[in-house]
Every structure is written in C-alpha cells, then in structure tokens.
C-alpha cells in the first residue's frame, strides 16, 4: 500500500511537472519575435504621456492619448 501510494505521488508530481515545463515553454518561445515586442510607445505631444502607437491618435506625424488633446494642440 505505501508503495504503491508512493508511485502514485511520483506519477502525479512527474505529470504536475511536465505540464509546468509544457506551459513555460509553450508561453516563452514565442514572445521574443511576436506582438510584444513589436509595440512602440510614444508620448503624448500635448502632455507627454507615454502609449502605446497603436492607441495613440495620429496627427500630422504626431501622437495624442487623447482626441481633446489632439484638438487642443491643433487649434
Ligand atoms: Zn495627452
């Protein structure tokens, strides 16, 4: 019976192992060439606050977090 308990554990402690190993492989090898990194930050040209470009608003070559912004630096 303490065997057998004993196994059991070790198999399911390999199995929690191996799923461990499989995710943190699976989460990290394609982070480095993929979206992440591919974001650009860019601040604000009313108040300096840093976003990323694709939610930034695009005017004349310049980015706004805010379209109010945007309209205060245009006027
Ligand atoms: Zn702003």
Redesign the pocket.
């Given at each position: 019976m303490g065997y057998l308990l004993r196994l059991v554990i070790l198999l399911i402690l390999g199995w929690l192992a191996y799923r461990l190993v499989r995710r943190l492989v699976a989460d990290e090898s394609p982070r480095p060439s993929g979206k992440q990194a591919r974001i650009e930050i860019v601040p604000?040209a009313?108040?300096?606050?840093h976003i990323p470009r694709e939610e930034a608003l695009m005017h004349n070559g310049k980015a706004?977090?805010?379209a109010a912004?945007m309209e205060e630096d245009t006027k």
């Open positions: 604000c009313k108040c300096g606050v706004y977090c805010s912004h």
